[in-house]
């Protein structure tokens, strides 16, 4: 039922009328009455008779006949809503899109057949063809992929799905945004030829997704792709899930119970016995454990496909490149990135830049003292929007013109950290009658011009160039590093690693870091399964997830530390916190073994489900939150 207070979260059993019981079938919508009011709700099983002792009330009305949830999908819903110690109903509300009744009048179409490629690439992988050749035997290969530089991964992941659709069965293909999707999507139609698939995301509007998603459910096409609620898609016989770039935040859902894409389809990979595929440029730790625990297998590169794919790459960063710089390490621009980027330009290729923050100078602080630069109304973060322009407030957007310094008194300024705008400034003063363009997430580019262009873009928005770029740039690496978060070196790595994919093999890649970095070494060895393995090792010595399990409670002063204080005492739930969010908000962290992972779940969605009984303070609970700090 569409209800999501957590202690109604169970199955009721209602009467179905006479004349409603050759329409009311597993999957369907109807309407039932739960106390005064007449709620919605999806019919699960339709039996003979109910086990339930008191007086059952009669199903008030049949929404639509359309069996829209399928059997596979109901036990998943379960599963995730368990596993995140959330509730059915929040669940489903991302699984099944909004009804259109117009859409549901439609003739079903005729599902076409698909053919198995007959050309492929995955041998250039150790254990590439033995996928597909699993695939292509029915069989349920479980992988984590690490792709090449320059891969042409969306046809990669349409070859697999081609494979396993060509044997009978479906596949579900998730991607972080809508800009991947269109790859995705152009790839699947040339591999596959039209109307053989289908794309889910919010950006096709209720309608259009709706349309696409009875198409699957209806059987009439086998493959479905989208972004991160398309996990949950009615795929029949379901033969391969896959995910690309499952360290990319973007996979996590911000409503409740917030589940993981990547999560939801493993969960679905085992209730369904399907193929799974995890896939990226770089690996994150919780990949590498499903290798190291002999749940998944690896795919790489031999390398002798990394040097042949790889751009080369050179570090600048470490003291003695700054003291053999020309200016004296004091330049934001190293001169071997200048002359890298000048090299490319004069052979006409395009050159990306990629910089950590977008705006023109987001955080600024005292030039005398260094003490950051703050609104003298909220006290929110001062930045600058453009060359000779007084501070204004990131916060509540007021101008500071006559701005001092609280230390000194200061009304002089200097830039904390500098973002794409400003860098796209200084890149055209530093290439004289060269092209600068942008790709920010306000205006994202969804291909690079070709030829002699420089193209400033921030992380995750880099426009692929027609025949790669010439050479690529990353600046300010330390932004990136000094992030007070356990993913920090992690994210950076697979920030560089999407960056440098779109380099041509023959180009070169400058990353103005440290080269004695673990992170940077692996860079220079394109070798992302060395650092996932070195992350988990550590995080296992601090008991740290993916190694132990975690849950975050929030909620106001005082309610997640009650809240704990109800969990079984042989959990062995140990806090961390709380942590203060604001004045009145507070956060505590909950951690125990992996093997536990699940009675924690179970023990925390009980808890609240008492509390919330008892109309006390509502919690929000986070399992495997993303930021720990």
């Not at 409603?20 to 999806?42: E, N, Q, S, W």
């Not at 200048?338 to 050159?351: F, H, I, N, Q, S």
């Not at 969010?581 to 179970?602: F, K, P, Q, W």
Request: hydrophobic share 40%; aromatic share 4%; with cysteine.
């Amino acid at each position: 039922m569409d209800q999501p207070l957590p202690q109604l979260d169970r199955l009721f059993d209602y009467r179905i009328p006479e004349d409603l019981r050759d329409a009311v079938t597993p999957g369907c919508r109807v309407k039932v009455r739960f106390g005064r009011r007449k709620i919605g709700g999806y019919v699960i099983a339709v039996k003979r008779a109910s086990d339930f002792e008191g007086k059952l009330l009669w199903l008030s009305e049949l929404v639509s006949p359309e069996p829209v949830l399928t059997d596979e999908v109901a036990r998943l819903t379960r599963a995730v809503a368990d596993r995140y110690a959330g509730t059915l109903a929040d669940v489903l509300r991302l699984a099944v899109p909004e009804r259109r009744k117009r859409v549901e009048d439609e003739e079903p179409g005729e599902a076409l057949p698909v053919a198995a490629p007959t050309d492929t690439h995955w041998n250039r992988y150790i254990a590439g063809e033995a996928f597909l050749r699993a695939l292509r035997d029915g069989k349920a290969p479980k992988t984590v992929w690490s792709a090449l530089p320059g891969e042409d991964w969306p046809r990669r992941l349409a070859e697999a799905a081609a494979t396993t659709a060509a044997g009978g069965r479906g596949a579900v293909l998730v991607v972080p945004d809508q800009a991947d999707l269109d790859r995705l999507d152009a790839a699947l139609t040339n591999v596959l030829g039209p109307d053989r698939h289908v794309t889910l995301s919010a950006q096709l509007g209720p309608t259009r997704r709706y349309r696409a998603f009875l198409r699957a459910a209806r059987g009439t096409v086998r493959i479905v792709a989208g972004t991160r609620a398309v996990a949950f898609a009615p795929v029949e016989d379901l033969g391969l899930v896959a995910i690309w770039d499952d360290g990319d935040a973007s996979h996590v859902e911000r409503r409740a119970p917030y589940p993981h894409a990547r999560e939801v389809l493993l969960t679905r990979a085992g209730l369904a016995d399907s193929a799974c595929l995890v896939a990226g440029h770089a690996r994150t730790p919780q990949a590498q454990l499903l290798v190291d625990t002999k749940w998944a297998v690896s795919v790489t590169g031999s390398r002798e496909a990394i040097r042949s794919a790889a751009p080369r790459i050179v570090p600048v960063g470490d003291e003695s490149d700054m003291a053999r710089d020309p200016s004296g390490g004091t330049a934001r621009l190293p001169t071997v990135a200048w002359e890298t980027a000048k090299a490319a330009l004069d052979r006409d290729r395009p050159v990306l830049v990629q910089v950590p923050r977008r705006g023109y100078v987001p955080a600024v602080s005292c030039q005398r003292c260094r003490t950051r630069a703050v609104c003298p109304h909220c006290s929110g973060p001062l930045r600058l929007t453009g060359l000779r322009r007084a501070p204004v407030c990131g916060w509540c957007g007021k101008t500071s013109h006559d701005h001092r310094c609280r230390e000194c008194g200061s009304a002089k300024v200097r830039a904390r950290v500098i973002g794409a705008e400003r860098t796209a400034e200084e890149m055209a003063g530093a290439f004289g009658g060269v092209e600068v363009v942008e790709s920010t997430g306000e205006n994202r580019l969804d291909q690079a011009p070709g030829g002699r262009v420089v193209v400033v873009a921030t992380p995750g928005v880099e426009p692929p160039a027609p025949d790669g770029y010439g050479a690529v740039l990353l600046l300010d690496t330390w932004a990136l590093l000094t992030r007070a978060d356990l993913t920090a070196s992690e994210e950076a790595l697979r920030r560089w690693m999407n960056a440098m994919a779109l380099a041509r093999p023959d180009g070169t890649a400058v990353v103005v870091a440290d080269g004695g970095l673990p992170v940077v070494q692996a860079l220079l060895r394109w070798d992302p399964a060395w650092f996932a393995a070195r992350e988990l090792n550590e995080r296992a010595e601090l008991g740290f997830p993916p190694a132990m399990k975690m849950a975050a409670l929030s909620g106001p002063n005082g309610t997640p530390e009650k809240l704990a204080a109800d969990l079984p005492p042989e959990l062995g739930a140990e806090p961390i916190g709380p942590i203060p969010i604001d004045e009145h908000t507070e956060r505590l962290l909950l951690r125990v073994r992996r093997r536990d992972g699940a009675a924690l779940a179970g023990a925390l969605a009980r808890a609240n489900a008492a509390r919330a009984n008892a109309k006390a303070e509502p919690v929000r609970i986070q399992i495997d939150p993303r930021e720990i700090g």
